[in-house]
């Protein structure tokens, strides 16, 4: 998009007269939308946050074409079963052990996992599984405000309930 366009040349501006640190490989790995991505090692200050604009237009660039292919049917099972495989990548991501180099190491250790496409993109599939069913009259609006108490409520029990796995910090 222009504003991002623009972002991208002043961040590579300040970059060049040394006011930031901003690498030109971060620069076009941001400009590209792949900045979610990026290795810990490459991450700059300047950029990091595009990660989660990298993530959104990956989505929209992936999702209504998989959208389209399906049955009503499929897409509600489809989507429901993305926001699984998002929450399951969440928590068992980090420890992944991979083939790095010589050695093995952990995904957490390469990169900010929660920044990966998957598990972040479950968040963003959320909203769309509530869309779908909205707008085929599933689930009314008044309906599911109803239930909002009772998720949010849910939810924050689970964080107390086991804080390391879903408040990790990596």
């Given at each position: 998009t222009p504003p991002f366009v623009v972002f991208i040349l002043f961040t590579w501006a300040l970059?060049?007269?040394?006011?930031?640190?901003?690498?030109?490989?971060?620069?076009?790995?941001?400009?590209?939308?792949?900045?979610?991505?990026?290795?810990?090692?490459?991450?700059?200050?300047?950029?990091?946050?595009?990660?989660?604009?990298?993530?959104?237009?990956?989505?929209?660039?992936?999702?209504?074409?998989?959208?389209?292919?399906?049955?009503?049917?499929?897409?509600?099972?489809?989507?429901a079963l993305v926001i699984v495989v998002c929450g399951v990548a969440y928590l068992v991501f980090p420890d992944l052990v991979i083939p790095f180099s010589s050695h093995q190491t952990r995904l957490a250790q390469l990169f900010h996992v929660p920044h990966l496409f998957v598990p972040a993109v479950g968040a963003i599939m959320v909203g769309a599984l509530a869309g779908i069913l909205r707008a085929h009259g599933t689930v009314p609006g008044e309906r599911l405000l109803r239930w909002m108490p009772l998720l949010f409520a849910l939810l924050y029990g689970a964080s107390l309930w086991m804080p390391g796995p879903l408040l990790r910090l990596t």
């Open positions: 970059a060049e007269a040394g006011i930031i640190k901003a690498r030109p490989l971060g620069l076009v790995v941001s400009f590209l939308y792949l900045y979610d991505f990026m290795p810990k090692t490459h991450l700059d200050a300047g950029l990091s946050h595009t990660w989660s604009l990298a993530v959104e237009e990956q989505f929209y660039l992936i999702w209504p074409l998989l959208a389209m292919s399906f049955t009503r049917s499929r897409l509600l099972v489809t989507s």
